[in-house]
T-cell receptor, first 112, second 114 residues
């Protein structure tokens, strides 16, 4: 079965470190998204991509970057981790306008 | 400005009864609405959707109603089961111009008591 996987599932790091969260999907979807989930905020869009070499900023993109070198992967990088970026991060993908987004199981990131 | 609002952080119902989860939106460009269910330590799972050309969509025990004039949608679960206990997120999209982005509400924690 096609799926979307995120790694690692849990990570603890220190402020100032660079961190990369992986997202891999086997549906061959062009559209991929990164969200963060925080108490009291729901899911907020960080970055998204509509295809290879395409990346776009979401509503909370400061301090984050993404790259899309192939269809399957959209890694999320925190250039210099800050305690405010402690959160649960979800990756999602979708095929087209008429299909819902499918989510991975998330990465819980703690920045000390 | 919060464009998708779920004003009830939590809801508790008895098994077998109806659960009604509500969602309001402010952006009149939204034309596609979805509900997701989320269990702890898992990602959100798509539940049901509705396009703005409809006012109702049904899938088994789940029905979504859309009132465009009031900018309001609701999810009805009948009958509610303990396994329905989860956080429910309402989401909306403005699909014109090939916009695939979703805007989510903050979620409602549904607890179904046996």
């Amino acid at each position: 079965d096609a799926e979307i996987t995120q790694s690692p599932r849990h990570k603890i790091t220190e402020t100032g470190r660079q961190v990369t969260l992986a997202c891999h999907q086997t549906w061959n979807h062009n559209n991929m998204f990164w969200y963060r989930q925080d108490l009291g905020h729901g899911l907020r869009l960080i970055h998204y991509s509509y295809g290879v070499q395409d990346t776009n900023k979401g509503e909370v993109s400061d301090g984050y970057s993404v790259s899309r070198s192939n269809t399957e992967d959209l890694p999320l990088t925190l250039e210099s981790a800050a305690s405010s970026q402690t959160s649960v991060y979800f990756c999602a993908s979708s095929e087209n306008l008429h299909q819902p987004q499918h989510f991975g199981d998330g990465t819980r990131l703690s920045i000390l | 400005d919060q464009q998708v609002k779920q004003n009830s952080p939590s809801l508790s119902v008895q098994e077998g009864r109806i659960s009604i989860l509500n969602c309001d939106y402010t952006n009149s460009m939204f034309d596609y609405f979805l509900w997701y269910k989320k269990y702890p330590a898992e990602g959100p799972t798509f539940l049901i959707s509705i396009s703005s050309i409809k006012d109702k969509n049904e899938d088994g025990r789940f029905t979504v109603f859309l009132n465009k004039s009031a900018k309001h949608l609701s999810l009805h679960i009948v009958p509610s089961q303990p396994g329905d206990s989860a956080v429910y997120f309402c989401a909306a999209s403005a699909r014109g111009g090939s916009n695939y982005k979703l805007t989510f509400g903050k979620g409602t924690l549904l607890t179904v008591n046996p």
